[in-house]
């Protein structure tokens, strides 16, 4: 089993930083997919980023430039730092972990940027 526990969430003003957390623990395969999701009031979760365990990375057209997801494989841990944050970027945000058939979610962390 995997257990993904979130942090770093909280409320910031337009224009603000946050930096997101998501340790991984358990029986975790080296070789795997992280990445983050998200989800706003009303709308389905939404890919935001993703990193291999080799370190590629990809990005949603809505955050490139803004959002560098970064990870620690000797940690289990991945790292989501935002920059100049925008009130539509107010969502849930969700850490997933992949490989081949096997797929694990954590329980969410709460980001609210203010105009």
């Known amino acids: 089993q995997v257990h993904l526990v979130e942090s770093g969430g909280g409320s910031v003003q337009a224009g603000g930083s946050l930096r997101l957390s998501c340790s991984a623990s358990g029986s975790i395969f080296s070789v795997n997919t992280m990445g983050w999701y998200r989800q706003a009031p009303g709308k389905q979760r939404e890919l935001v980023t993703t990193i291999t365990s080799s370190g590629n990375t990809n990005y949603a057209d809505s955050v490139k430039g803004r959002f560098t997801i970064s990870r620690d494989n000797a940690k289990n841990t991945v790292y989501l730092q935002m920059n100049s944050l925008k009130p539509e970027d107010t969502a849930v945000y969700y850490c997933?972990?992949?490989?081949?058939?096997?797929?694990?979610w954590g329980q969410g962390t709460q980001v609210t940027v203010s105009s």
């Open positions: 997933n972990l992949q490989y081949w058939v096997h797929d694990y």
